[in-house]
């Protein structure tokens, strides 16, 4: 049954399958396999990851690979490597053509998305009501407290805590909709 059982669906070395415990009337006393051999392991022997750690370092994997795939990571690096260097006139504005239209192209998608939906709110009212307060409420609180402690003060203070509580941009639909994260939501919102 181990041998079915690929090593990163186990958890500490148990599969789901397996009975965990003998009751002590069928000749165990109770305790789990890992409970008797507490002490017994040899040193060096390796353990399988806790399922958070397992989740965690999934996901982490998962992004990377999305990212290192994404052109927007080699356009920044490249950027980082063009900062100080004046490109040649006809490749600046051919690349100022290209950013007009991607944003008019992203919102030409957000509204078609939103056309496509069965209704105005896609996620639901309780969904979007949570949308709300979270944007409307938290979102400035959470701004005026790093703000204020890192010396923000005045109109500056103010126009930051007004934009934590401005609707998501067209940008953070156009990842959620590339990467299956809730674009309902954040098209509601």
């Given at each position: 049954m181990?041998?079915?059982?690929p090593e990163e669906l186990s958890i500490n070395n148990k599969t789901f399958e397996e009975d965990e415990t003998a009751p002590p009337?069928?000749?165990g006393d109770g305790k789990t396999k890992e409970e008797v051999t507490v002490g017994k392991?040899?040193?060096?022997?390796?353990?399988?990851?806790?399922?958070?750690?397992?989740?965690?370092?999934?996901?982490?994997?998962?992004?990377?690979?999305?990212?290192?795939?994404?052109?927007?990571?080699?356009?920044?690096?490249i950027d980082l490597i063009w900062w100080d260097l004046e490109l040649p006139r006809i490749i600046d504005k051919s690349l100022e053509l290209i950013q007009n239209t991607g944003l008019g192209m992203a919102m030409f998608g957000l509204g078609l998305f939103m056309a496509l939906q069965s209704g105005i709110i896609a996620c639901g009212y309780k969904v979007t009501i949570y949308g709300m307060v979270l944007k409307f409420l938290?979102?400035?609180?959470?701004?005026?407290?790093?703000?204020?402690?890192?010396?923000?003060?005045?109109?500056?203070?103010?126009?930051?805590?007004?934009?934590?509580?401005?609707?998501?941009?067209v940008v953070p639909f156009v990842f959620a909709k590339e990467y299956n994260l809730h674009a309902d939501i954040l098209s509601t919102a």
């Open positions: 181990d041998d079915l059982v009337h069928q000749g392991r040899c040193p060096g022997e390796v353990t399988v990851m806790p399922l958070a750690v397992l989740m965690m370092k999934l996901i982490l994997t998962m992004a990377g690979r999305k990212l290192i795939r994404n052109p927007i990571t080699y356009s920044t690096l938290l979102g400035p609180a959470v701004m005026a407290a790093p703000s204020a402690a890192f010396g923000l003060r005045g109109d500056l203070l103010w126009i930051a805590i007004v934009q934590a509580a401005l609707p998501c941009g």
